[in-house]
């Protein structure tokens, strides 16, 4: 028999939907049963629903799984499906299945409509792919895995069967399992690397009990790689698992001697074996040091078996089976915490959470030593403020395996909260060293650091970036948040990076993300050192790249300029913020607003409606009130000189709104805006937006202008039927990109009734 203990109710319903499939025919689908009302697989045949309900009730009795059928029949009295079968991994005797046919009478047509676990043993016996693709139901299950490790294999080994039968319930099939078993397939050897917390090991378990129920023995090797040397034996199926094979500090655990030789050379001996797989696992940076340092491991070529494990190859889907199926095998937390994340769908705030991270939800479920014997009175709460501060993950790997030169150029770019380019980091790193935050660094050096800090700590892309230009960010927000905290706690440190900034971005970053973590006795010091950062920094080019690249969209590009606007801006606000600030920045901001207003009104963009447009902005965020009166009139004439057009009259208006009773900036333009509308109207141009063409008929009020209304109407029904086209496209290319029913899928997931123990 199977052992469908590995299973959730919901890898159940899964396994359902796919034997249904190979049974049947058609598109069977999986439902939330709290949406649908006792619906859990379904299909539409000519309008007419087929269901078949699942009870996954294995630690249940008998009893309650005839009281959880009768709950049921009152559902299905309301839906009247076409057709009806009820499904549990519980063996039934005839006796059984003739109770719940009785119960669930007349949607049971039969005894045969009702499946134990025998009819589901015969069905996946008929299926084979099905199974196939259900690896949890055909791994090795409990006490099997330790079964294949003999006396003459370390106790470790059968340690690490047994850690792998207590976690497997736990696992979650994604595609990157697949990827990694194909590679492994292929080149007899794997290497899994990533970022700290991202399933590296969790991935090479599930390897290695895939490959134990294909009769591999399994070998694990801890301290160095004789270990595996001493037991090898390619007459005989073995996989090896090496994980963490570079020490979790590469800095002070280098290699011991001459292993990188017998490494490699036990990496050849695996490759040329038809018996031996090898599998290792170590966080990329690391693994990126050491490819740098040690030529024999340059030299076996290992990029070819090298699987990086990165956070965004996890679905929406997997990651909400990530969660579930960890609170469901969670035994102190359900059913408590899995009621609390379905009031107001809170697992969407978690499964969507920026810093998602399947450690951090072991964390949240298991390994956490203050939920035991007790769920928190607000478990969700504790779950997403766990994500909104994870410490947990970088802390370790910052502080023990990444060398003050890294560390710095971590913070450094978190404080920018965007991309550089490689030119530009070497900047901001050479800066650093001569604020004394780490060790002089060499031109070439840099990217030896970037070869351990990439997909870790840090990411690059050349996405957007002119001729072919690298390009450096975060790998993950969580690590923003890191640095936050890192800085908020270390005084001198923080002092350091402020005077090592290069741009005024990092600035404004660090003043708008950390002041109100810092104690207020050290706010003087700090407000004085952003003062001083902001005068220093006002006209230095701004980042190469403002924002990372996100999904579908090219990175937004800056030219190497200024941006006046939203640095008078932040300044601005820095004033209002602190008594200092406003007292050691005041002169400087008032030269810098009148050096901008005189720039624009002498520029060549003179009549440009994004200039204008920026001009508006900046008078409207510091108001009229603190604006010199020549810089007023200059931001008047400045909107005043554009070309006719529905743009100009809402800058006008916005304008209008700052100026005293007995002022009006729009009188001067009626005639202007009355012969503008007329050709608009007569043209019946089909540029014009039903919300453009509503405030040219308010502007049209204002000033007395008349409007010929049947054009205008036409106009209007027009635009509007050119907007329900348009958001009909623009809906079906969101929903396409999304993925076929994503919200469903997740719902179904979560929104069901107490599962079955």
């Known amino acids: 028999m199977r052992n469908y203990a590995m299973l959730s109710d919901h890898d159940f319903e899964l396994l359902a939907a796919s034997l249904l499939d190979a049974e049947r025919g058609g598109r069977w689908e999986v439902f939330a049963r709290g949406a649908d009302g006792g619906v859990d697989v379904r299909r539409l045949v000519n309008g007419k629903r087929e269901i078949v309900q699942c009870k996954h009730m294995l630690k249940s009795s008998k009893s309650k799984l005839l009281t959880a059928a009768k709950k049921e029949k009152k559902n299905v009295d309301k839906l009247k499906p076409a057709s009806y079968q009820f499904w549990t991994t519980q063996s039934l005797t005839a006796e059984n299945k003739a109770d719940i046919a009785e119960i669930l009478s007349p949607w049971i047509k039969s005894d045969s409509d009702v499946w134990g676990e025998e009819d589901l043993e015969l069905a996946l016996d008929r299926h084979p792919n099905v199974e196939r693709g259900h690896v949890k139901l055909w791994i090795a299950g409990a006490g099997q895995l330790s079964a294949q490790v003999n006396g003459g294999v370390w106790q470790r080994s059968k340690e690490l069967a ?11 099939e994604t595609g990157i399992f697949t990827h990694a078993r194909d590679i492994l397939e292929s080149n007899r050897v794997l290497i899994i690397s990533g970022s700290p917390g991202v399933g590296k090991t969790t991935i090479a378990r599930l390897l290695v009990a895939n490959l134990v129920d294909a009769g591999y023995e399994p070998v694990s090797i801890s301290g160095d790689v004789d270990e595996g040397q001493s037991v090898i034996d390619t007459s005989k199926k073995q996989v090896f698992l090496y994980d963490d094979f570079l020490g979790s500090n590469f800095l002070s655990n280098r290699l011991s001697k001459n292993e990188d030789k017998r490494l490699a050379s036990f990496i050849r001996a695996c490759r040329h074996s038809e018996n031996t797989l090898f599998i290792m696992t170590t966080r990329e940076y690391i693994l990126q040091q050491a490819l740098s340092d040690y030529e024999e491991l340059e030299r076996v070529d290992l990029d070819v078996e090298r699987l990086v494990v990165k956070l965004e190859k996890y679905s929406r889907v997997e990651k909400a089976r990530i969660l579930y199926n960890h609170l469901f095998h969670s035994n102190h937390l359900q059913p408590d915490a899995l009621a609390q994340l379905r009031a107001g769908k809170a697992y969407l705030r978690v499964i969507d959470h920026r810093n998602y991270n399947p450690r951090l939800i072991e964390f949240a479920t298991l390994t956490d030593p203050t939920l035991r014997g007790k769920v928190p009175e607000n478990y969700a709460d504790y779950i997403l403020g766990l994500l909104d501060d994870p410490k947990s993950v970088w802390s370790g790997p910052f502080s023990k395996q990444i060398d003050s030169a890294g560390q710095t150029l971590v913070i450094l770019i978190a404080c920018l909260d965007g991309l550089v380019s490689e030119d530009e980091a070497y900047a901001m790193i050479s800066a650093a060293c001569d604020a004394g935050l780490c060790d002089r660094v060499k031109v070439g050096a840099l990217k030896d650091m970037l070869k351990v800090l990439d997909d870790s700590f840090l990411s ?22 890191f640095v936050t905290g890192v800085l908020a706690n270390d005084r001198t440190r923080r002092n350091s990076v402020i005077e090592s900034f290069t741009h005024f971005e990092q600035a404004a970053w660090i003043l708008k993300g950390l002041r109100a973590s810092i ?20 006209q230095t080019p701004l980042p190469r790249s403002s924002r990372p690249p996100t999904a579908g969209f090219r990175p937004r590009r800056h030219e190497v300029q200024t941006d006046p606007v939203e640095r008078l801006t932040v300044m601005h606000q820095a004033m209002e913020l602190s008594a200092t600030i406003f007292e050691r920045l005041t002169d400087h901001f008032d030269q810098q607003l009148q050096a901008t207003f005189l720039a624009w009104q002498n520029g060549s963009e003179h009549g440009d409606f994004a200039m204008c447009s920026d001009v508006v902005q900046l008078v409207r965020r510091v108001r009229r009130s603190n604006l010199p009166p020549e810089a ?12 006719p057009s529905v743009e100009k009259w809402e800058l006008l208006e916005k304008l209008n709104d700052l100026t005293d009773p007995d002022e009006d900036l729009l009188g001067p333009h009626v005639s202007e805006f009355q012969e503008w509308l007329g050709e608009v109207l007569g043209s019946g141009s089909d ?10 008929r308010a502007y049209a009020d204002h000033l007395g202008v008349s409007v010929d209304e049947e054009q205008f109407d036409a106009m209007q029904t027009e635009a509007a039927l050119r907007e329900d086209e348009l958001s009909e496209v623009r809906y079906e290319e969101y929903r396409d990109s999304r993925g076929p029913r994503d919200d469903d899928y997740v ?3 979560f929104e069901r009734s107490t599962p079955g123990v």
Do not use: K
């Open 162 to 172: 047994q850690e792998i039968e207590r976690a497997l319930p736990r696992y979650v």
């Open 460 to 481: 690059t892309t050349r996405a957007g970036a002119t001729d072919s230009e690298l390009l450096i960010g975060l790998a993950n927000p969580s690590v923003g948040d």
């Open 519 to 538: 104690p207020p006795e050290e706010h003087l010091e700090f407000d004085a050192l952003i003062s001083d950062a902001f005068s220093r920094l006002f």
């Open 632 to 643: 007023w009139r200059s931001a008047c004439e400045l909107v005043g000189d554009l070309y």
């Open 687 to 696: 540029e014009m937006t039903v919300r453009e063409l509503d405030e040219a």
């Open 747 to 749: 719902a179904a997931i």
